[in-house]
């Protein structure tokens, strides 16, 4: 049930991320403003939208149980740094730019969680969506985040609580870090092995069990994924 519920729950956040990280990309790469320019409509009605969702998903994930501690720092820290704009008339141009880089990864991530919970994690499709969402997080956290991140603490304009947000959001992401260069590690540890034992891994089949015990994995033995 538990499973079910969180299927449902990720295809909503899969289609909410998708819509942010296209038309988020639009002030990103093509009008990204600067320190100080008054808010547009456009990104305005970006913050509202991604505003809405995150009160959303905060009740939703509270009301089935799924909610934790890091999840509720998460979600208010977003509430609260994507509105501060809306109160000043300034810095959406920011907010936007930071939701692109914060949903580049989204839709993968939410897509490897769904073909999980369909008992398909050792398929090449879980693990294209796993690599595919690790390698986008570490490029928009690290690189782009970081970068995007002390120009929003350098501009006098923007909000206090924008610039805590956004400080405190690429803190988490980083705390992440380790965790996900460790498994990306061992995901390419995983296809090394299989070439070497001529198993081939299929799109939507997952790996028998005779394929599993030459691997050295348990298949009866949940693997316990990350808890984003």
Not at 8 to 31: Q, V
Not at 92 to 121: D, Q, T, W
């Amino acid at each position: 049930m538990k499973d079910e519920l969180d299927v449902k729950n990720r295809l909503i956040s899969f289609a909410h991320g998708l819509i942010l990280l296209i038309f988020s990309s639009y002030t990103y790469y093509r009008m990204p403003g600067s320190c100080g320019d008054a808010n547009t409509q456009y990104d305005k009605n970006l913050i509202y939208c991604a505003v809405g969702y995150f009160f959303y998903d905060f009740f939703a994930m509270a009301y089935y149980g799924l909610l934790d501690k890091t999840m509720t720092i998460h979600h208010w820290v977003c509430i609260i740094g994507m509105s501060q704009p809306l109160t000043t008339g300034t810095s959406a141009n920011f907010v936007v730019m930071g939701m692109f880089v914060a949903e580049c990864s989204n839709p993968a991530m939410h897509l490897r969680n769904i073909i999980k919970h369909y008992g398909l994690r050792y398929t090449k499709a879980y693990e294209t969506m796993e690599i595919s969402f690790l390698l986008l997080y570490i490029f928009g956290r690290y690189i782009n985040g970081t970068s995007l991140v002390w120009l929003t603490c350098r501009c006098p304009s923007n909000p206090f609580m924008a610039k805590v947000s956004a400080v405190a959001l690429l803190l988490q992401s980083l705390a992440f870090g380790t965790q996900m260069f460790s498994i990306l590690r061992k995901r390419f540890g995983e296809i090394h092995q299989r070439k070497v034992l001529g198993i081939k891994a299929r799109w939507f089949e997952a790996l028998n069990k005779v394929e599993l015990e030459k691997l050295g994995l348990n298949k009866k033995k949940p693997e316990k994924g990350i808890s984003l």
